[in-house]
């Protein structure tokens, strides 16, 4: 399961964090979860990409590169001028007890066939998802 995080998709943990920061609220951040979240305009651009290039078979779209839940709360907080202060710490354990469903502490999709029938053209690093959706974000 990747995380999926924009401005207009549904309600996700990125604009709730930048929500909260706004208002001066503590949000918990995964101090020892990975994972490679994808920007929703980035996931939409390979989707296109596999429908119209007919590929079949299972693609995984995801950052190119992975990092703590934590450090990517705290680099989209300094991006936005936020206080990443307000970012607590937590531990997968203590924050999977009260949540149904199932998680995973490793959630990071290898996406290496995607990135080579797509020349590496679509998928970005984090900080340049993050760019580009701080981008978005101001033009909004």
Known sequence: LITLYGINSRP???????DNLKNEEE????????????FVDTAAKGIIF??????????HLGGLDY???????VKIA???NLDSKLIKKTSFIEFTRSKRGHRKKK????????VKVSENKILKTLDESIEIFYKSMKIS
């Open 67 to 73: 990092e703590t839940n934590y450090n990517f709360l």
């Open 27 to 38: 949000f918990l951040g995964i101090n020892d979860q990975v994972q490679n979240p994808l």
């Open 107 to 114: 959630s990071v999709l290898v996406c290496n066939k995607f």
């Open 50 to 59: 596999i429908r119209r290039n007919k590929f079949s078979g299972i693609y």
């Open 78 to 80: 300094n991006k936005f």
């Open 12 to 18: 996700n943990f990125v604009k709730t964090m930048i």
